[in-house]
Structure formats: structure tokens, C-alpha cells
């Protein structure tokens, strides 16, 4: 017996047995964000999760855990995964031109909780390259201590410069470049956000030896854009998604999140997804 096969039991709770794909519900963004919609109580939590259960994954973050962890038990609920990390790159409300970030529990902490996975950050091209450095050495360490206890390691990657060379959120050569620096580090799941383009997103995908779940981002005013770049993804070959937003703050998360998991898992396109929504 060693950890692989720890790996492996995580891999095949997060990834559907038949489609090989996952859908991983990111309900995490209180830590970065603070309440909003969707999230802005417990009980709004509680309600949202359990009409998000047939989610693949649901992630949350340490300190959400001893709140919901009735949300998780059970053979019929998600596999718990947790944000990592606290990180202030991306923050709107009092934001910083360049951020900072660190880690809110320790990988042993994540596994004594029942934890399948931990998702933390990679921040690269930092103007003080001693900051990637240190960036790379925290990864290191982490998919060291993942591949030692056999937890799935995800490591979202994203260019520290993006406030200030908006570029880089869709530039294919840098993405390309840090989706494949997390997998040589040791990630399991490389989550990328989308470069709004197919080809470009099928690249990332091709060049990056780990499964790739892509990120929503923030809602699309039209629900019906975020189902098209979902089917964009998995057309690209993309191992799934890791959405948030887009369907906790959904008129009907439940409706919403099943939509999406037939994207994943069984395939439907948009204007099918459409055109049933219309016919209801």
C-alpha cells in the first residue's frame, strides 16, 4: 500500500466513472470577496448546497468546513475539495496593483477533515522575481506533502501581472507556459480560466501533461454564453469545469448545474441546452 493509491480512490470520487470528466462547484469566493450574492448567509449556503449536490467536487474553504460538513456526508454527495489559499491579486474591493498570498491550513489539517482535494495558487511574473521563486517553492512544497498523503493537488496558475498587462488573462504563450509549469511541479488538476478562444484553449490543453478544468470567472450576463463557452471547452478537451457564479447565483442553481453537468458529462451543446430551457 503507499499513497497512490489514496491518489487514486480521490481521483475516481471526483471523476465520473463513464465520461472521465468532472464538475467542480467553486463555492469558495467569501474568502476573497467577502458575502455576496448566492453566499451571503449560512442558510443561503445550506439551500444552494444541496441543491448543488450532484456536483462532481464542492469546494470550500477551511474555515467553512465545520459549518457545512454535513453537506458532504453521504455516498450520494460531492467530494469535498478546499481552497487553499487567501490571495489578493484578483480582489476588486481595495485592490492592489500586485497581490499577495498564503495558505490558510496545512495539507495534513485537509486530510484529517476527509478531504479528496486542496486547490491553491500559482502566481507567476511577479516584477520582484524572487516572489515567483518563493511561488514556486510553496507549490513544490505542497504537491511534496500531497503526493506523500495522497490528496489531489489542483493548482490554479495565473499571471501576477494581470492588473497591469491585461494581456496576459488571454494570452495563449503565457498560459500555456504557467498551466505547464503547475503539472511539472506535480499538480494532479490544473485549473486554467478560459483564453476566449477554442483553439487557444485546445493548446493549453495539448500541452499540459495534467487534466485541465476550467474556470467560469465571474457571471455572464447571459446564461446562455457561459453554457456555449462550457461547450467550447469540452470540445477543446478540456477534463471539465470548475464553475462557480455562474450557477450559485443562477435564478435556479439546481436547474443550472444539472445543464452544465450534461455539458460535461454527457456531451449536449448549448443550443441544445437552449432549446430545452425553451420547450419547458
Known amino acids: 500500500m503507499d499513497s497512490r493509491t489514496g491518489k487514486n480512490i480521490r481521483m475516481g470520487r471526483l471523476f465520473d466513472a ?6 467542480v462547484l467553486a463555492y469558495s469566493h467569501g474568502v476573497l470577496m467577502g458575502a455576496s450574492e448566492g453566499m451571503r448567509s449560512l442558510d ?21 468546513v465545520k459549518y457545512l460538513e454535513d453537506q458532504f456526508v453521504g455516498k450520494d ?16 474591493t481595495i485592490p492592489y496593483e500586485e497581490g499577495s498570498v498564503i495558505e490558510l491550513a496545512q495539507v495534513e489539517d485537509l486530510l484529517r477533515a476527509g478531504a479528496d ?8 511574473g511577479h516584477r520582484d522575481p524572487e516572489k515567483e521563486k518563493l511561488e514556486i517553492e510553496r507549490n513544490a512544497r505542497l504537491a511534496r ?22 494581456e496576459d488573462k488571454t494570452d495563449v504563450s503565457v ?3 504557467y498551466c505547464r509549469m503547475s503539472a511539472e511541479i506535480g499538480a494532479d488538476i490544473v485549473k486554467c480560466i478560459y483564453p476566449d478562444d477554442t483553439a487557444k ?25 457561459a453554457y456555449q463557452v462550457a461547450e467550447n471547452c469540452i470540445r477543446a478537451g478540456a477534463a471539465g469545469l ?19 453537468m450534461s455539458i460535461v458529462h454527457e456531451g449536449k451543446t448549448a443550443a441544445e441546452i437552449i432549446e430545452a430551457e425553451k420547450a419547458r
Open 242 to 260: 470548475m464553475y462557480g457564479r455562474n450557477i450559485y447565483q443562477s435564478q435556479n442553481p439546481r436547474t443550472t448545474l444539472n445543464a452544465f
Open 201 to 225: 484553449m485546445q493548446q493549453i490543453v495539448e500541452e499540459c501533461p495534467a487534466p485541465i478544468l476550467v474556470a467560469g470567472g465571474a457571471r455572464k450576463a447571459n446564461p446562455h454564453e
Open 145 to 166: 506533502a500531497c503526493d506523500k498523503l495522497g490528496l489531489i493537488l489542483i493548482i490554479e496558475p495565473r499571471s501576477a501581472r494581470e492588473k497591469y498587462v491585461p
Open 175 to 177: 498560459m500555456s507556459m
Open 44 to 64: 443561503e449556503m445550506r439551500t444552494n448546497m444541496e441543491a448543488m449536490r450532484r456536483a462532481n467536487g464542492l469546494m470550500i474553504t477551511p474555515g467553512m
Open 77 to 92: 454527495r460531492p467530494s469535498l475539495v478546499i481552497h487553499m489559499d487567501w490571495q489578493s491579486y484578483s480582489r476588486s
Open 117 to 124: 482535494a486542496l486547490m491553491t495558487y500559482l502566481y507567476v
Open 18 to 23: 463513464i465520461s472521465k470528466r468532472s464538475l
